[in-house]
Structures are given as C-alpha cells and as structure tokens.
C-alpha cells in the first residue's frame, strides 16, 4: 500500500491548521493487524459526538435545528435512551467501557471515586471501545475535548498522559471550560486565553476535527470523538450568540417547583416553592445553556459538510448524544443532575449512517453502555468476545431486531457524595450534604445512593429503585401513567411485582458482561425465582462495590 506524503515539520506553536504534525506517522502510514475479530470487508467510518449535561426531557435539543436536520432526520432518533449513571464521569466510563459502574467502579467526579485514577488507567483503559478499535480492527482515531472529569490531574500522570486507543488526542484538562483552559495535545500542554477568534473551545474542538479529516489517512477508516463542554457550565456562549433566546424561561412542567413529599429525603428537603433568587438563577442557566448549544449546532454543520465534500458521508455512522441529562426546578431541586429521575437519566440519541433509512423513530430501550457495543459491531468486532455490559442496537437501527426480542431493563446506579463537616451556610443540615444553594437546598448527599431498573415494555414502563440508607426507601414509578413522576406508587403496587423488581435489581446490581443481557422482568422470556433474591454476596441493593 502507498504511504502517504509526510505533513510539515512539527511546531509547539499549534494551530488547528497544524494539526497534520500530530498524525504520527507510524500509526497512519499502515494498517495494523487487524486481527481475528474483524471482518475483511471495508469498514465504515465512525463520528461520535458527545455533549455535556445536556437533558431531552426539558426540551434540550430545541436550540439544535441543524444537529437535529442532519443527523435525526437523516437516521434514527431513539426516544427511550438512557445513561447508566446520571454523573459526568461514571457515565463517561460507562460509555468507553461498555460497563455498568459497579465493574469499571468509576463512582464520582474524583480521584478517590476513581475518576481518571491510576487504578482506572490500569484496569479499564487498554479495553475501552477506542483501543480495541484501533488494535483489533485498524481504525485510526482522534479524541478532542472532554475526556473524564479529572484528567490531567498530577496524580493522574498529568497532562503527558495519553490513553491508550488515540492516534491523536487533544484532551481537556480536568472539567469543561469555553476559554481560559489547557488541553493535552498527544502529551503535550498546551495553554488557551480568552480570545474567541482562538479559544473558545467548542469553536476549537470543530476546527481540530475539521484539519484531522483533512491530514487523516486515505487507507484506514477512521473514529472520530468530539466531545464538547456545552452545555455544561459555566454556560459561556460565543459573542454572537449571547442575547439569544431572551425570552426564554425554564419549563414549568407539573413538577415544576412542586414539593416531592413522597420522595427520598434529600427530595423532602428542598424548599418549595423555591426562593426568588433560584427561580432567577434556573431560569438565567436554562437561557445561557441554550445559548452554548447554537455553537455545538454549527460544529455538526461543519462535520456532515466537510464528510459530504469529501465524498465520505455516506460511509459514515454519526452519533449524537450526552452523558446525562439535567434538571432546572423539577422538585424545587434549582440545578444539578444526580438524581433518579426522568430528567436526569434520559439523554438525546441520534444516529444516522449506511443502512439506516431516514426519517426512523424507535422506542427501544438502549443505555449509555450500548454505545461501546454498538460501535464495535459496526467495526466488524465480535463483542461477544469483550467484557462489555451493554448490547449493540446496530441490528435496531438496520432493521433487522425488533421489540419482541428487544431488551425489556436496565440498571442505573449512582453513590452520593457529601462532606464530613457542616456546610457554614446551612449548619443546620449536618454533615453529609454536598451542592448546597444559598437558600440551603443540597443536591447530594453520602446517603443519595440508589440503585434502579428502570423498564421499557409494551405493558408497563417502570422505575423501581432503592436507596442504601437508614430508611432502606424505596421509590416506584409508573411512568407511562406518570410522566412527570409524582407520585410514588411504592407503597400500593402489587407485592408480587415489587419482589420481582427487587430481584432483577440484585441480579443486575451482580452482572457482568453476558449476565447484565439476561431477560428482564417483562421479557416473555423472564422466569422469577424468589429463592435468587438474596446471592452469595450478601450485597445490600443500592450499595456500589469499592
């Protein structure tokens, strides 16, 4: 095969234009072996766009017309799409991994929740989705934006530190930022200031993506990753976009500002209605988050353009989605996510690409740990032979699955965090809590750990979960009766179905790989065993493994 001509010499000074100087050359002059696993056919190219914070419930992808033309219209939209765990980092793992949090045990946004740890490095990293794309199937790859909530981290292996799976990686320092920010650039520091024809990172994200179509290899197919601080904060929209949607207010759905009076405690205690000062502050956020998503909408444009230029976009799977969802005053919680609910746990997912018919809308169940799956099906990868969770939806979206064979359940599992001292602003909370708002309404805490199944199916869509505190709460939701979860159903449901629901949840809560895809209660298939229902472990529901 023809090597391709070599790209200018290097330079520190990097530009987005300079981006060829990063396509290291013994990665993009020939394919690697690709291995048993992949087929021999061409394979398709693979554009996954990641978002940040960025719900579908609360009308999210409204300010996304182009995003949502291109790659909705073009494919398939899912409307039952879900994250694992309703937190940046554990979810960001779910999604690389494939894996539910209790086997990547990634728990929080830190280093001891094992957020970017060396202990992550170590145990998870060589079998993410990337890397095994790369080793086994000869994809060449680029990652460009958000990566986990702590990389760059001095004990982490700082900024030189470059996952493995990444031909060429621009890595966020640590949290989403818009300017003033340092990305790791194949290992490399380097910093940003505040000038937006330079730095504003969405802005940059899609011109670095724009130059690596460009320099990439013509022999290889490619993965690109772009994952975006919008619309994360702190809410920093481009110059010209920062008096759009002015008018714009908060949705007052009917859990809006409502008191959550049969909820878990941390629910309890949030003061409704809500103080003026968090009504403006919600409200502000909700403007300002709509606002960042108008330049993420025109980094889509950019993309599918310069694919449909390059006579490339017909081979090509695009993916939209985000690592969870949010919330603006649903249950007099002001802003966060973190919680069970709707609104937290339900994120956009879009696909287009070769085989997908456009104009589709299912109402399958598929979850963030799909993704990983799902990716490498498409690179010919046999995902039977991974440890991955998840399941691909690739025979979803070709039409070749339908729902009576469908996955009926997943898991969702969050561990709270809080602190060991009193918040000096709300003494009389305790110690324990964590996101406090001035008006002492706290958004997490040590005992805001739950675990969930969460049920799509033709006859009955349910929310099961449990929470690992004194209380052992429980809360129910029939969500096709109660969208908007208002009422908590725990204490009238029928005792049957609750062992049930308690059992698959144990039964997932202890999966790994081949058992996470076993029948779910509304599976036809589903055959209840309540002497399942205490394992060996002896593990309480709701309860991460450390």
Known sequence: QRRPKLPGPATDNFKPKLLPCLLICVTLWSCPNSGALAKTSPRPNIVLILTDDLDVAMGGLTPLKKTKTLIGDAGMSFTNAFVASPLCCPSRASILTGKYPHNHRVTNNTLEGNCSSKAWQKSEEASTFPALLKAHAGYQTFFAGKYLNQYGHAEAGGMEH????????????????????????????????????????????????????????????????????????????????????????????PNFNVHGTDKHWLIRQAKTPMSNSSVQLLDDAFRSRWRTLLSVDDLVEKLVKRLEIRGELDNTYIIFTSDNGYHTGQFSLPLDKRQLYEFDIRVPLMVRGPNIKANQSSQLLVANVDLGPTILDIAGIDVIKTQMDGVSFLPVMEGRMNGSSWRTDFLVEYEGEGHDVSDPACPMLGPGVSECFPDCVCEDAYNNTYACVRTVAPSASLQYCEFDDNEVFVEVYNVTADPFQLKNI?????????????????????????????????????????????????????????
């Not at 993506?209 to 022999?219: N, R």
């Open 162 to 253: 470059v996952p493995p799976g990444w031909n060429v990686w621009v890595g966020l320092e640590k949290n989403s930022k818009y300017y003033n920010y340092t990305l790791s650039v194949n290992g490399k520091a380097q910093k940003h200031g505040s000038d937006y024809n330079k730095d504003y990172l969405t802005d940059v994200l899609a011109n670095m993506s724009l130059d690596f179509l460009q320099y990439k290899s013509s022999f290889q197919p490619f993965f690109m990753m772009v994952s975006t601080p919008a619309p994360h904060s702190p809410w920093t929209a481009a110059p010209q976009y920062q008096n759009s949607f002015n008018g714009t207010k908060a949705p007052r759905d």
């Open 490 to 546: 725990a204490k009238s449901i029928d005792q049957e179905v609750l062992e049930k629901m308690n059992h698959r949840l144990m039964m997932l809560q202890s999966c790994a790989a081949q058992s996470c895809r076993t029948p779910g209660v509304y599976d036809p298939r589903y055959r209840f065993n309540p002497h399942q229902m205490f394992g060996a472990s002896g593990r309480q529901p709701g309860r991460l493994p450390q």
